[in-house]
């Protein structure tokens, strides 16, 4: 039976270790994911940015256009007296006011394209900074992505071995005691067996296993199971010592322990 047991521990360990590898790859998609955020964020900060810097852009353009009309403005306005078309002294006045006062939105329009100058020059060297960061999130992630990708081929050989070990250790399982376990561990999460810890409780549940148990569970000569959580029990204490004397009779044995342990 100790063989036995020492079995399902083992079937029990390949089997979370099988179950923990096989969500570790299942989550590798959802991580794929994860990565790509702090990308998608720098090449939208990169997209707004270029955005803003191509609008101010425009702006400036455009009062330089609005700049290059005024000139024309005045432009005109002076021909009017070059060509003599002024007559009076109050259209002199009138024209020397709409020369004014066009020369007043000239003023405004340049100090409105010195202004956008800085502006598009600012901008300019936020888009260097936001494409430079941008660039390093995609190097970063595709870095990440092969990673991970990667990993998936290490999962897979490890899962293939571990199901292989599997495979031997339940065809040296008994029948009843495998379907036990699998049973079990449907219903347990996987954790089908429960050690017994030195102070005689079951570790999965917590309770304390009665002593002729322990007592049992320490020789490991039968199944049994936790009468609290219904798990099989094994010794997970310390080390049971062998008895140098093989001849010594077992009934002697199973005194001597239930003389220890009901102390
Ligand atoms: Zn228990």
């Given at each position: 039976m100790k063989e036995q047991l020492e079995r399902l521990i083992a079937l029990q360990e390949a089997d979370l270790r099988l179950e923990e590898l096989a969500e570790r790859k299942r989550r590798i998609p959802e991580m794929v994911e994860a990565a790509r955020q702090p990308l998608q964020a720098a090449q939208a900060l990169r997209d707004s940015t270029k955005q803003a810097f191509e609008t101010t852009g425009k702006e400036r353009k455009s009062c330089e256009q609005e700049l290059a009309a005024q000139e024309q403005v005045i432009s005109k306005l002076q021909d009017r007296t070059t060509k003599g078309e002024i007559k009076t002294n109050r259209e002199y006045q009138a024209h020397l006011l709409e020369v004014e006062l066009t020369k007043k939105k000239r003023g405004e329009i340049e100090e409105q394209i010195l202004i956008l100058m800085d502006a598009v020059d600012a901008k300019k060297k936020d888009l260097a900074q936001a494409e430079a960061a941008a660039k390093e999130a995609d190097q970063r992630f595709n870095a990440e992505k092969a990673a991970l990708e990667s990993s998936v081929g290490a999962l897979d050989d490890e899962l293939a071995g571990l199901r292989q070990k599997r495979e031997s250790l339940v065809a040296a399982v008994e029948p009843s005691l495998l379907r036990n376990y699998e049973k079990l561990k449907s219903s347990k999460k996987g954790q089908a067996l429960a050690g017994v810890n030195k102070d005689g409780s079951?570790?999965?549940?917590r309770l304390q296993v009665q002593p002729q148990v322990v007592a049992e569970v320490k020789r490991a000569t039968s199944i049994l199971t936790c009468s609290y959580c219904n798990r099989i029990l094994h010794w997970a204490g310390d080390p049971v010592q062998i008895?140098?004397?093989?001849?010594?009779p077992v009934e002697l044995l199973e005194v001597e322990e239930a003389a220890e342990t009901t102390e």
């Amino acid at each position: 039976m100790k063989e036995q047991l020492e079995r399902l521990i083992a079937l029990q360990e390949a089997d979370l270790r099988l179950e923990e590898l096989a969500e570790r790859k299942r989550r590798i998609p959802e991580m794929v994911e994860a990565a790509r955020q702090p990308l998608q964020a720098a090449q939208a900060l990169r997209d707004s940015t270029k955005q803003a810097f191509e609008t101010t852009g425009k702006e400036r353009k455009s009062c330089e256009q609005e700049l290059a009309a005024q000139e024309q403005v005045i432009s005109k306005l002076q021909d009017r007296t070059t060509k003599g078309e002024i007559k009076t002294n109050r259209e002199y006045q009138a024209h020397l006011l709409e020369v004014e006062l066009t020369k007043k939105k000239r003023g405004e329009i340049e100090e409105q394209i010195l202004i956008l100058m800085d502006a598009v020059d600012a901008k300019k060297k936020d888009l260097a900074q936001a494409e430079a960061a941008a660039k390093e999130a995609d190097q970063r992630f595709n870095a990440e992505k092969a990673a991970l990708e990667s990993s998936v081929g290490a999962l897979d050989d490890e899962l293939a071995g571990l199901r292989q070990k599997r495979e031997s250790l339940v065809a040296a399982v008994e029948p009843s005691l495998l379907r036990n376990y699998e049973k079990l561990k449907s219903s347990k999460k996987g954790q089908a067996l429960a050690g017994v810890n030195k102070d005689g409780s079951c570790m999965s549940c917590r309770l304390q296993v009665q002593p002729q148990v322990v007592a049992e569970v320490k020789r490991a000569t039968s199944i049994l199971t936790c009468s609290y959580c219904n798990r099989i029990l094994h010794w997970a204490g310390d080390p049971v010592q062998i008895v140098p004397i093989p001849e010594k009779p077992v009934e002697l044995l199973e005194v001597e322990e239930a003389a220890e342990t009901t102390e």
